[in-house]
């Protein structure tokens, strides 16, 4: 079936790589801010940190009953 499909072409992978970069600039717009390679590479790394820490807190914590 279809979900079969998508673990087996690998497209699972891909909608978590587009949802995650839909979040990233939904969050912090679509251009970054620093002008230099090196402090745009700074600027990339501590939003990504940011929004792993945000969606980290947000996680529900799962406990296995029975």
């Known amino acids: 079936g279809r979900s079969g499909w998508g673990v087996l ?3 699972t992978r891909q909608s978590i ?3 995650t970069m839909f ?3 939904r ?9 230099g390679l090196a402090t745009q590479r700074t600027e990339a790394v501590v939003k990504c940190a940011v929004l792993n820490r945000v969606t980290q807190l947000g996680m ?3 406990v296995r009953v029975g």
């Open 27 to 35: 969050s912090f717009g679509g251009q970054l801010w620093a002008r």
């Open 9 to 11: 072409s690998g497209y």
């Open 60 to 62: 529900p914590e799962t």
């Open 17 to 19: 790589a587009e949802n």
């Open 23 to 25: 979040r990233f600039k």
